[in-house]
């Protein structure tokens, strides 16, 4: 069984920046693609940015694109997103998943929420303006 764990979200002024880390257990995280999405209230669930098994791709939303970064320490089984100049319209609930299905090669990323399989409990971020 895989478990991810977010945490780091919370309140924060619009222009500040928040760090967020997702923590996976059960099985080698150097296997898994993993992927950060969103969904505030009323809209649907959106990828935020993804992230490949090796590390070596990645891609972004354009409405993040400059301000967050994903990255990955496989040593320490975590992936994190680093949020800079936040805005209010980044509010949203933010979960992060995990791909553990064989699938392309390791440097694929995946953009669609269908192609994961595990995701985590999920963790408010509120931008105030």
Do not use: H
């Amino acid at each position: 069984q895989v478990q991810l764990v977010e945490s780091g979200g919370g309140l924060v002024q619009a222009g500040g920046s928040l760090r967020l880390s997702c923590a996976a257990s059960g099985r080698i995280f150097s296997y898994f693609a993993m992927g950060w999405f969103r969904q505030a209230p009323g809209k649907e669930r959106e990828l935020v940015t993804a992230i490949s098994r090796s590390g070596s791709s990645t891609i972004y939303a354009d409405s993040v694109k400059g301000r967050f970064t994903i990255s990955r320490d496989n040593a320490k089984n975590t992936v994190n997103l680093q949020m800079n100049s936040l805005k209010p319209e980044d509010t949203a609930v933010y979960y992060c998943a995990a791909r553990g299905r064989i699938g392309y090669s390791g440097s694929y990323v995946y953009t669609s929420w269908d192609e994961y399989d595990y995701w985590g409990q999920g963790t408010q971020v509120t931008v105030s303006s």
